[in-house]
């Protein structure tokens, strides 16, 4: 399985980035991406989630209203749109996959490299 994250990038307060997860190598019939994030000195948190079928999303309460997850099934890729973005996003973003569609990291054996988001004030 293979996981390439990518997108992250330095952006102002109230902008906007989209993150892309392209997936690989593997075959399951049903499973989850999900989208995680770790902020200096702190612990890694999900942030959003959305089944295989793409019928099933799920967001932190801290990124609703301003993240949206989408998923290209022909490109085996799922993409993180984040808009009006705040310096508290500043973090580490990184995709899994895995076979429950819920936020939980222990349901996620599968990770990605992480990609840099900085929101600067």
């Known amino acids: 399985v293979q996981l390439q994250a990518s997108g992250g990038g330095l952006v102002q307060a109230g902008g906007s980035l989209r993150l892309s997860c392209a997936a690989s190598?593997?075959?399951?019939?049903?499973?989850?991406i999900g989208w995680f994030r770790q902020a200096p000195g702190k612990e890694r948190e999900g942030v959003s989630c959305i089944s295989s079928s793409g019928g099933s999303t799920y967001y932190a309460d801290s990124v609703k209203g301003r993240f949206t997850i989408s998923s290209d099934n022909a490109k085996n890729t799922v993409y993180l749109q984040m808009n009006s973005l705040k310096p508290e996003d500043t973090a580490v973003y990184y995709c899994?996959?895995?076979?429950?569609?819920?936020?939980?990291?222990?349901?996620?054996?599968?990770w990605g490299q992480g990609t840099q988001v900085t929101v600067s004030s």
């Open positions: 190598g593997f075959t399951f019939d049903d499973y989850a």
């Open positions: 899994a996959v895995g076979f429950d569609s819920r936020l939980v990291q222990g349901l996620y054996p599968y």
